[in-house]
Nanobody
Framework: VQLQASGGGLVQPGGSLRLSCATS????????IGWFRQAPGKEREGVSC????????YYASSVKGRFTISRDNVENTVYLQMNSLKPEDTASYYC????????????????WGQGTQVTVSS
């Protein structure tokens, strides 16, 4: 099982980024993919999740309406489109897979990709 997150970078407030989570080695349809973020000195927090078994999506209240999670069926890749970025969105972003009962609980995910840094600053 492999997950590879990419797409981070430096962006000005109000800007956009699209993160990608490329997956391999497991059946995506049986799992959920979650995006988490962790800022220095803070706990890892759930940002969004897509349950690929039935297509349900979930968002943290802090990103709802600004971020959109989606899947590319052909490429086995999950995206996180981030719009209207704010300085408080600055963090390392990680994707993970599992079969969580509570989508925002990091302990419910079995495999993690490496982080990709998102910095929102003018």
């Amino acid at each position: 099982v492999q997950l590879q997150a990419s797409g981070g970078g430096l962006v000005q407030p109000g800007g956009s980024l699209r993160l990608s989570c490329a997956t391999s080695g497991f059946n995506l349809d049986d799992h959920a993919i979650g995006w988490f973020r962790q800022a220095p000195g803070k706990e890892r927090e759930g940002v969004s999740c897509i349950n690929l078994a039935h297509g349900s999506t979930y968002y943290a209240s802090s990103v709802k309406g600004r971020f959109t999670i989606s899947r590319d069926n052909v490429e086995n890749t999950v995206y996180l489109q981030m719009n209207s970025l704010k300085p408080e969105d600055t963090a390392s972003y990680y994707c993970a897979t599992g079969t969580p009962l509570v989508w925002a609980d990091p302990s419910e995910y079995d495999y993690w990709g490496q982080g990709t840094q998102v910095t929102v600053s003018s």
